[in-house]
Protein backbone atom coordinates (compact mmCIF):
# COMPACT_ATOMS: atom_id res chain seq x y z
CA UNK A 1 0.00 0.00 0.00
CA UNK A 2 1.51 3.38 -0.91
CA UNK A 3 1.36 6.05 1.67
CA UNK A 4 -1.50 8.80 2.29
CA UNK A 5 -1.21 11.89 -0.33
CA UNK A 6 -0.04 15.25 1.30
CA UNK A 7 -2.21 18.02 1.83
CA UNK A 8 -0.83 19.81 -0.83
CA UNK A 9 -1.74 17.14 -3.78
CA UNK A 10 -2.66 18.58 -6.33
CA UNK A 11 -4.15 17.45 -10.18
CA UNK A 12 -2.73 18.76 -12.95
CA UNK A 13 -5.48 21.65 -12.86
CA UNK A 14 -5.16 22.20 -9.66
CA UNK A 15 -7.86 20.92 -7.60
CA UNK A 16 -6.44 19.07 -4.45
CA UNK A 17 -6.51 15.33 -4.51
CA UNK A 18 -8.78 13.41 -2.51
CA UNK A 19 -7.85 12.45 1.41
CA UNK A 20 -10.31 9.69 1.72
CA UNK A 21 -11.71 7.74 -1.24
CA UNK A 22 -14.10 4.99 -1.00
CA UNK A 23 -15.25 2.27 -3.80
CA UNK A 24 -18.45 0.55 -3.04
CA UNK A 25 -20.38 -1.92 -5.34
CA UNK A 26 -23.90 -2.49 -4.25
CA UNK A 27 -26.41 -4.85 -5.34
CA UNK A 28 -28.04 -8.35 -4.48
CA UNK A 29 -25.57 -11.15 -5.97
CA UNK A 30 -28.27 -13.71 -5.27
CA UNK A 31 -30.38 -12.27 -7.97
CA UNK A 32 -28.14 -12.68 -11.31
CA UNK A 33 -27.81 -9.50 -12.74
CA UNK A 34 -28.19 -7.15 -9.43
CA UNK A 35 -25.06 -8.93 -8.68
CA UNK A 36 -22.86 -6.51 -10.72
CA UNK A 37 -21.47 -3.85 -8.14
CA UNK A 38 -20.84 -6.46 -5.94
CA UNK A 39 -18.69 -8.79 -8.85
CA UNK A 40 -16.97 -5.44 -9.66
CA UNK A 41 -15.57 -4.68 -6.34
CA UNK A 42 -15.03 -8.38 -5.82
CA UNK A 43 -12.68 -8.50 -9.33
CA UNK A 44 -11.42 -5.12 -8.51
CA UNK A 45 -9.80 -6.32 -5.28
CA UNK A 46 -8.58 -9.55 -6.34
CA UNK A 47 -6.80 -7.19 -9.41
CA UNK A 48 -4.99 -4.37 -7.93
CA UNK A 49 -3.66 -2.57 -5.04
CA UNK A 50 -4.16 0.77 -3.87
CA UNK A 51 -2.94 3.84 -1.31
CA UNK A 52 -4.21 3.24 2.12
CA UNK A 53 -6.81 6.32 1.67
CA UNK A 54 -9.04 3.98 -0.54
CA UNK A 55 -11.33 1.82 0.76
CA UNK A 56 -12.98 -0.90 -1.20
CA UNK A 57 -16.31 -2.24 0.24
CA UNK A 58 -19.13 -4.73 -0.22
CA UNK A 59 -22.20 -2.50 0.08
CA UNK A 60 -24.55 -5.08 -0.43
CA UNK A 61 -28.04 -4.57 0.25
CA UNK A 62 -27.17 -2.54 3.32
CA UNK A 63 -29.09 0.55 2.63
CA UNK A 64 -28.61 3.29 4.98
CA UNK A 65 -25.97 1.51 7.01
CA UNK A 66 -23.48 3.02 4.55
CA UNK A 67 -24.01 6.20 5.34
CA UNK A 68 -20.88 6.95 7.48
CA UNK A 69 -18.86 5.14 4.65
CA UNK A 70 -20.14 7.89 2.10
CA UNK A 71 -20.00 11.00 4.33
CA UNK A 72 -16.61 10.04 5.26
CA UNK A 73 -15.34 9.78 1.59
CA UNK A 74 -14.10 13.00 -0.40
CA UNK A 75 -14.32 10.99 -3.53
CA UNK A 76 -16.95 8.21 -4.20
CA UNK A 77 -16.87 5.55 -6.85
CA UNK A 78 -19.88 3.65 -7.01
CA UNK A 79 -20.39 0.32 -9.05
CA UNK A 80 -24.36 -0.92 -9.83
CA UNK A 81 -26.75 -2.07 -11.81
CA UNK A 82 -29.38 0.44 -13.25
CA UNK A 83 -32.26 0.16 -15.61
CA UNK A 84 -31.43 2.61 -17.96
CA UNK A 85 -33.82 1.36 -20.79
CA UNK A 86 -31.03 0.62 -23.24
CA UNK A 87 -29.39 -3.02 -24.24
CA UNK A 88 -28.26 -5.22 -21.65
CA UNK A 89 -24.93 -4.94 -20.67
CA UNK A 90 -24.62 -1.14 -21.45
CA UNK A 91 -22.46 0.78 -19.44
CA UNK A 92 -23.18 4.58 -18.73
CA UNK A 93 -21.55 6.95 -16.33
CA UNK A 94 -23.46 9.26 -13.87
CA UNK A 95 -21.32 12.09 -12.18
CA UNK A 96 -21.73 14.38 -8.61
CA UNK A 97 -25.06 16.11 -7.90
CA UNK A 98 -26.88 13.94 -10.82
CA UNK A 99 -26.29 10.80 -8.90
CA UNK A 100 -28.90 10.43 -6.09
CA UNK A 101 -31.43 12.00 -8.49
CA UNK A 102 -30.84 9.83 -11.12
CA UNK A 103 -30.78 7.00 -8.85
CA UNK A 104 -34.56 8.28 -7.43
CA UNK A 105 -35.71 8.03 -10.92
CA UNK A 106 -34.38 4.57 -11.97
CA UNK A 107 -35.12 2.97 -8.97
CA UNK A 108 -34.67 -0.93 -10.02
CA UNK A 109 -34.94 -2.75 -6.03
CA UNK A 110 -34.93 -2.09 -2.65
CA UNK A 111 -31.40 -1.74 -2.20
CA UNK A 112 -31.85 0.97 -5.02
CA UNK A 113 -34.41 2.98 -2.89
CA UNK A 114 -32.33 2.35 0.47
CA UNK A 115 -28.96 3.75 -1.04
CA UNK A 116 -30.82 7.13 -2.92
CA UNK A 117 -31.88 7.97 0.80
CA UNK A 118 -27.99 7.34 1.74
CA UNK A 119 -27.19 9.98 -1.05
CA UNK A 120 -29.71 12.23 -0.24
CA UNK A 121 -28.91 12.11 3.20
CA UNK A 122 -25.15 13.06 2.74
CA UNK A 123 -26.05 16.17 1.36
CA UNK A 124 -28.93 17.26 3.68
CA UNK A 125 -26.26 16.70 6.30
CA UNK A 126 -23.59 19.13 3.84
CA UNK A 127 -21.09 15.76 3.81
CA UNK A 128 -21.85 14.71 0.16
CA UNK A 129 -18.68 13.74 -1.47
CA UNK A 130 -16.97 16.43 -3.53
CA UNK A 131 -16.46 13.87 -6.28
CA UNK A 132 -18.57 11.17 -7.04
CA UNK A 133 -19.11 8.66 -10.04
CA UNK A 134 -21.77 5.91 -10.92
CA UNK A 135 -20.79 3.35 -12.66
CA UNK A 136 -23.89 1.69 -14.08
CA UNK A 137 -24.75 -1.44 -16.00
CA UNK A 138 -27.98 -2.25 -17.50
CA UNK A 139 -28.94 -5.71 -16.80
CA UNK A 140 -30.97 -8.58 -18.25
CA UNK A 141 -31.92 -10.87 -15.99
CA UNK A 142 -32.91 -10.37 -12.35
CA UNK A 143 -36.25 -12.94 -11.52
CA UNK A 144 -32.99 -15.77 -11.16
CA UNK A 145 -32.57 -16.38 -7.98
CA UNK A 146 -29.04 -18.21 -7.11
CA UNK A 147 -28.20 -16.91 -10.44
CA UNK A 148 -24.99 -15.01 -11.53
CA UNK A 149 -24.44 -12.79 -14.01
CA UNK A 150 -25.37 -13.17 -17.67
CA UNK A 151 -22.91 -13.49 -20.16
CA UNK A 152 -23.25 -9.70 -21.58
CA UNK A 153 -23.30 -8.40 -18.13
CA UNK A 154 -20.11 -10.28 -17.06
CA UNK A 155 -18.45 -9.19 -19.60
CA UNK A 156 -19.11 -4.96 -19.05
CA UNK A 157 -17.86 -5.93 -16.13
CA UNK A 158 -13.82 -5.45 -17.94
CA UNK A 159 -15.01 -1.98 -19.17
CA UNK A 160 -16.35 -0.88 -16.25
CA UNK A 161 -13.24 -1.85 -13.99
CA UNK A 162 -11.31 -0.21 -16.95
CA UNK A 163 -13.07 2.98 -16.56
CA UNK A 164 -13.17 2.91 -12.82
CA UNK A 165 -9.59 1.97 -12.74
CA UNK A 166 -8.66 5.00 -14.82
CA UNK A 167 -10.74 7.17 -12.73
CA UNK A 168 -9.22 6.24 -9.42
CA UNK A 169 -5.91 7.07 -10.91
CA UNK A 170 -7.21 11.01 -11.63
CA UNK A 171 -8.09 10.80 -8.22
CA UNK A 172 -4.85 9.63 -6.69
CA UNK A 173 -5.87 6.36 -5.38
CA UNK A 174 -2.32 5.01 -7.04
CA UNK A 175 -3.95 1.49 -8.40
CA UNK A 176 -1.50 -0.96 -9.23
CA UNK A 177 -1.62 -4.63 -10.38
CA UNK A 178 -1.37 -6.92 -7.18
CA UNK A 179 1.63 -8.72 -6.91
CA UNK A 180 0.23 -11.34 -4.74
CA UNK A 181 -2.94 -12.90 -4.04
CA UNK A 182 -5.39 -12.18 -1.43
CA UNK A 183 -5.47 -14.32 2.22
CA UNK A 184 -8.04 -16.38 2.74
CA UNK A 185 -11.13 -14.33 4.25
CA UNK A 186 -9.33 -10.95 3.24
CA UNK A 187 -11.80 -10.31 0.29
CA UNK A 188 -14.36 -8.00 0.61
CA UNK A 189 -16.96 -10.87 -0.29
CA UNK A 190 -16.92 -14.34 1.43
CA UNK A 191 -15.05 -17.05 -0.60
CA UNK A 192 -18.27 -19.07 -0.52
CA UNK A 193 -19.43 -16.33 -2.74
CA UNK A 194 -16.75 -15.53 -4.96
CA UNK A 195 -17.73 -15.64 -8.23
CA UNK A 196 -16.11 -18.48 -9.63
CA UNK A 197 -16.85 -20.88 -6.33
CA UNK A 198 -20.44 -19.77 -6.70
CA UNK A 199 -20.99 -20.71 -10.32
CA UNK A 200 -19.40 -24.12 -9.47
CA UNK A 201 -21.61 -24.70 -7.05
CA UNK A 202 -25.06 -23.92 -8.91
CA UNK A 203 -27.10 -27.43 -9.64
CA UNK A 204 -28.44 -27.95 -13.14
CA UNK A 205 -31.78 -25.98 -13.68
CA UNK A 206 -33.61 -29.68 -13.65
CA UNK A 207 -32.02 -31.07 -10.36
CA UNK A 208 -32.69 -27.55 -8.64
CA UNK A 209 -36.57 -27.65 -9.46
CA UNK A 210 -36.40 -30.95 -8.22
CA UNK A 211 -34.28 -31.12 -4.97
CA UNK A 212 -33.62 -27.39 -4.43
CA UNK A 213 -30.37 -25.55 -4.09
CA UNK A 214 -28.07 -26.48 -1.00
CA UNK A 215 -26.45 -23.62 -1.24
CA UNK A 216 -29.47 -21.94 0.41
CA UNK A 217 -31.15 -24.71 2.44
CA UNK A 218 -30.38 -25.64 5.98
CA UNK A 219 -28.42 -28.60 6.32
CA UNK A 220 -30.52 -31.77 8.33
CA UNK A 221 -28.65 -31.74 11.92
Known amino acids: MSAHPSETA?????DTLPQHIVVLGIGNLLWADEGFGVRCIEALQRRYEFADHVSLIDGGTQGLYLIQHVQEADALLIF???????????LKQVRDDAV???????????HQTGFQEVLSLAQLTE?????????GCQPQELEDY???LR??????????ITLGVAELERWGARPQLR?????PRE???LDELALTAYEAQRPAAEEACRIGDDRFLPKEL
Do not use: N
Open 100 to 110: PRFMGAKKMSL
Open 187 to 189: AVT
Open 179 to 183: QAPLA
Open 10 to 14: CHPDG
Open 151 to 160: PVVKAAMEEA
Open 127 to 135: KYPRRVLLV
Open 146 to 148: GGS
Open 80 to 90: DAIDYGLEPGT
